[in-house]
């Protein structure tokens, strides 16, 4: 941003946030912008916008809880039918991304020998 100076990066787990000072009236502004995504399998995870983020996980979860249970591939097919335009980025990559995050998290879970796979809320 022109004329701004960045004066702070505070690290938490997994969240970064900036807070800047605009411009010459020295306002602060403070926005959570990056979250680091969580793999199930320990994996490396993603740094990701946060903005992002909320919108999909909170799209796979009531999508799932409306669902009961949804394979993965009509999740993602969803997905891409109900957010493709409004969303800016690749729907798909998101939808896996947040789906393994939610999984390493414990809110939701692949049901155990199905094939294709399907999801369900954790209990």
């Not at 306002?27 to 919108?55: A, F, Q, R, W």
């Amino acid at each position: 941003m022109p004329g701004c100076n960045f004066i702070k990066l505070l690290s938490y787990p997994r969240i970064e946030q900036k807070i800047v000072t605009l411009g010459s009236n020295k306002e602060k502004m403070t926005s959570l912008d990056k979250i680091m995504t969580l793999h199930p399998k320990g994996k490396n995870g993603v740094n990701i916008d946060k903005n992002k983020y909320d919108i999909i996980r909170a799209f796979i979860i009531k999508t799932i809880q409306e669902h009961k249970e949804i394979s993965y591939s009509a999740l993602n097919d969803l997905a891409v039918t109900k957010l493709t335009n409004s969303f800016e980025g690749k729907v798909v990559w998101y939808i896996v991304t947040v789906k393994l995050d939610l999984e390493a998290r414990g809110i939701i879970e692949r049901i155990p020998k199905t094939s294709p796979h399907r999801l369900q809320m954790k209990n």
